[in-house]
């Protein structure tokens, strides 16, 4: 079953065109990384998903239309932005009473089980928390709602590489359990590759790549060619190359591993180098490794 299904997605702000007929279908139990450049359509698509917005075209999330049956949507669906906007006078204790008042799905029990995990006192005031630790809370309050959807955008936006890691391990180990979905938009796309079951590219409001993780890694294949054998090497099309330390670095699109071996190294591409060699370089910045890939 489809968690969310859209045809001929479309969204204008003016004559700017930030969603240009989208078509997807990303079904019930799967961890989707939305990759793209900034502009490229991704907050808007989130915020048609989660009735934010108005657009065109047809959309269903967990089979409701989200502009018109938010409300009901909301039960079902959580939401952690870049920013977590949690009331910076409240304290962590209020910050659970609300949430326990507010969401019928709420399991207090479960919250204070993160939240043991953590260096959080009950309390503090969220003022006095550092961005990781409002970032642990406001995970603690999500993944404590028994949602069938989870929406995550740059959800770890300016923390450091350990509460990153620690964010990622928690929502693979304690919250996915193949039948909830999660969409996560993030640009440190290399923390992500190993937990995504499916990756999206989108580029000026269109879908440029959708493909599970393991039609990826059959797909896709990189070459870094020896010197003797770079000519035989783009005698075989691939799709981009680039050069690095005086070899040159190949990434080919149904090219049998067979035929590759021979010229050099092969291995799978990350989801970074695949993203520039899918758009062109026209659109995306190169890839800065782990703590800052284009995406």
Sequence with gaps: MACIEARGLRKTYGTTVALDGVDLRIEEGRIVGLIGPNGAGKSTALNAILGLTAYEGELKVLGRNPWTERNRLMTDVCFIADVAVLPRWMKVSQALDYVAGVHPRFDRARAEGFLARTTIKRTSRI??????????????????IDAKLLVLDEPTLGLDLLY????YDTLLNDYFDHTRTVIVTTHQVEEVQDILTDVMFIDRGRIALDCSMEAFETRYLELMALPEHAAAARALGPMSERQVFGRSILIYDGVARERLAPLGEVRTPSIADLFVAVMGGKSAPQPQGAEGTAA
Excluded: C, P
Aim: charged share 25%; aromatic share 4%.
């Design 127 to 144: 003022r006095e928390l550092s961005k990781g630790m409002v970032t642990q809370l406001h995970l603690a309050l999500v993944m404590a």
């Design 164 to 167: 990153r890691k620690q964010f």
